[in-house]
């Protein structure tokens, strides 16, 4: 038998258990669970570590088990392994077992041993690819907790605590209800609150394909998956679990569905109907039918013909072989925690030694440690007296570094975001005897890192009709209130920092880009233009930013703005306690590099004639 023929016979056979309360079955989510079950619970199952048996009968001295349904790809799963691996450390002179099961049929025992290891997890981990044991506790998601107190009987499940969701993280929990669920049966005690909502990621329930279905995953699903998402979903990209194959899609298919029907993923955030964009990620209205059909018939593989050729990505750099690679000249150390206060910005300098003005078409910058690394952005400074055209920026770059009043903006990193590729005819300058500086944001991730970041340069091979510049339509002179739902926030630009005349464009420009930026508190951030002649025209609209994604949105086509023309930001910050991300609703906040400080800036590319 094959492995999924037996996944669906054992599918079949649990679905025939469920006249006992204790097996789930076609239950609403969570309908199942506290205080529910009459039968005793009862698995065994291998330790991944050991190969060796485990059940839960082993633990029949502890006064109470947790078992902890969990996966190694998950982002919420993997927030909440530090915790878990305190709590079963906490808990475990106190008579409590702490016992992980994994039912991902795609997570293997390698990948599950060096999760484990990775995150200090030192109870049991116990494979369970079947899902049998997924089928006995009605378990939903990854990380759901379930506490068994000494009569074996679920008295909760759910949370293990409030800190982590999806698009929030808080810096502590302020709900704390799998210890608080502990605390009382040890205790003796009733559960207060014996069920919660998890936030994770679904654990897909197979059974058979329908016999009606019509779309199959070979011909309907994987062409759409490498269209949509092996950008990010495929190894050493950002996507926690790679989409490349059927039993990866069908592994994570309920995860899929939910993602793509809630429009999380693809990520994309500007409303399409006010601009046309070349980078839109967002998913047309006919491919999400498609996915979602598909997992409601149960995920049919097709037939193997049918599937596309793999797509061939980019290895390396994803611009392309760069004409030139500029090096950081020595490595920063990266602490394994966050010092108090944060870690300033830190700058590179980097001498370009180029002895003649060069136009670069494309430009990438990679970190050199990408998991601690929270943005890069590497700006080019030209020496003082090459008479540039200014980024008429605020004060991003720190007065102490050369020449960094007439810096412009290379290019950057940032989570979502591409590299610089500019349209043909269009480049960026970096003038002769230019230095490159580095502004690194560094965010510890509980590993010491040493970086050492790069930037590649690929350059026009003719001198272009137009240069691009950078320039940050900006307000820094704000406040925003303790506990201010909807701080409006508006900026006006191009505005020249350095002589304050009024903002507007002095010469007849292009636009070809957005890219909004806002910290924590950001909510939402809209953009339009207003011509010499007092008419406006709304160029870019977000109505949820998401401070995780610091995407750019690059027009279709560049849009032509007359000198005189203001661009105008509207950006509106939540800084109260309902917004999950507020690291304190109770302080007012003003401009500053740090998360817990905020920024206004609508990036903008700005394409001018070349002198
Ligand atoms: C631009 C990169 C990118 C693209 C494109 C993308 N994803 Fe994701 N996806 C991510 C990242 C990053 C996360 C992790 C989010 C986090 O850490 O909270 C994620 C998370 C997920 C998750 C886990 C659940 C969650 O919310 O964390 C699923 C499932 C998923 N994506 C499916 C898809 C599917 C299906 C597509 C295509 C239709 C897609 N993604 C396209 C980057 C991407």
């Not at 990948?111 to 690819?129: M, Q, R, Y």
């Not at 039918?289 to 018939?297: M, R, Y």
């Not at 050729?309 to 072989?321: D, E, H, L």
């Not at 950001?522 to 870019?540: Q, W």
Request: with cysteine.
């Amino acid at each position: 038998m094959s492995d999924r023929k037996l996944r669906h016979a054992l599918a079949v056979a649990l679905l025939a258990m469920t006249a006992s309360p204790l097996f789930g079955g076609e239950k609403k989510p969570h309908e199942a669970g506290a205080h529910e079950s009459s039968t005793s619970l009862g698995f065994t199952l291998p330790d991944v570590r050991t190969g060796k048996p485990v059940a839960l009968a082993d633990f029949s001295d502890r006064k109470a088990v947790v078992v902890v349904f969990m996966c190694t790809t998950c982002p919420i799963n993997n927030a909440y392994m530090p915790t878990l691996a305190k709590l079963s450390k906490d808990y475990r002179d106190k008579g409590v077992q702490f016992i992980g099961i994994n039912s991902i049929p795609v997570d293997t025992t390698a990948e599950i041993v060096a999760h484990a290891s990775k995150n200090g997890i030192d109870f049991p981990v116990l494979h369970d690819p079947q899902g049998r044991v997924v089928g006995q506790f009605d378990a939903r998601r990854t990380p759901e907790a379930f506490v068994l107190n000494e009569k074996r009987e679920i008295c909760y499940r759910g949370r293990i605590d409030d800190q982590f969701g999806y698009d929030f993280r808080r810096t502590k929990a302020t709900k704390h209800d799998l210890i608080e669920a502990l605390d009382a049966v040890l205790a003796g005690k009733p559960i207060a609150v014996a069920q919660t909502e998890v936030l994770g990621c679904l654990i897909s329930r197979t059974a058979p394909p329908k016999k009606d279905a019509t779309e199959t995953f070979t011909r309907d699903v994987a062409p759409l998956l490498q269209k949509h998402c092996q950008e990010c979903h495929r190894p050493g990209q950002i996507g926690p679990m790679p989409l490349l194959t059927f039993e990866q899609a069908e592994s994570w298919s309920g995860m899929i569905r939910e993602v793509v029907a809630r429009k999380r993923m693809p990520p994309w955030f500007a409303d399409s109907k006010i601009g046309h964009y070349s980078n839109d990620r967002s998913l047309p209205d006919k491919d999400r039918e498609t996915i979602l059909a598909w997992v409601d018939q149960n995920c049919p593989k097709g037939d193997p013909k049918d599937m596309p050729a793999p797509v061939q990505w980019p290895i390396g750099w994803r611009i392309g072989t760069p004409d030139v690679i500029l090096l950081m000249k020595e490595e920063y150390d990266i602490p394994a925690q966050m010092p108090r206060g944060g870690i300033a910005y830190q700058y590179f300098v980097i001498e370009t030694n180029f002895s003649e003005d060069k136009w670069v078409e494309r430009a990438e910058a990679q970190a050199g440690a990408p998991e601690a690394v929270h943005h890069i952005i590497a700006f080019v400074a030209p020496p003082r007296d090459s008479k540039e055209p200014r980024s008429l920026g605020p004060p991003v770059l720190p007065p102490f570094l050369p020449d960094a009043r007439y810096a412009t903006v290379l290019c950057g990193t940032a989570p979502g975001d591409m590299p610089t590729i500019l349209p043909a005819g269009y480049a960026k300058k970096i003038p002769k005897g230019s230095r490159i500086i580095l502004q690194m944001h560094y965010t510890p991730n509980g590993r010491a890192q040493k970086d050492r970041s790069r930037i590649g340069l690929i350059f026009a091979k003719e001198p272009p009709k137009r240069q691009v510049l950078t320039v940050p339509i900006f307000e820094y002179r704000f406040q925003i209130p303790p506990g201010d739902a909807n701080h409006k926030v508006e900026s006006r630009g191009p505005w020249d920092y350095v002589s304050g005349a009024k903002p507007g464009l002095d010469r007849d420009a292009q636009i070809l880009s957005f890219m909004p930026h806002m910290h924590v508190r950001g909510k939402d951030f809209a953009i339009d233009v207003i011509y010499p002649d007092g008419k406006k025209d709304d160029l870019l609209s977000i109505p949820h930013f998401n401070f995780n994604w610091q995407n750019s949105y690059r027009f279709a086509k560049p849009i032509d703005v007359p000198k005189g023309t203001v661009i105008h930001c509207t950006a509106h910050f939540d800084n109260s306690a309902a917004n999950p991300s507020n690291p304190d609703p109770t302080k007012a906040v003003r401009w500053g590099d740090q998360t817990w400080q905020e920024m206004m800036i609508g990036w903008t590319d700005l394409a001018i004639e070349r002198k």
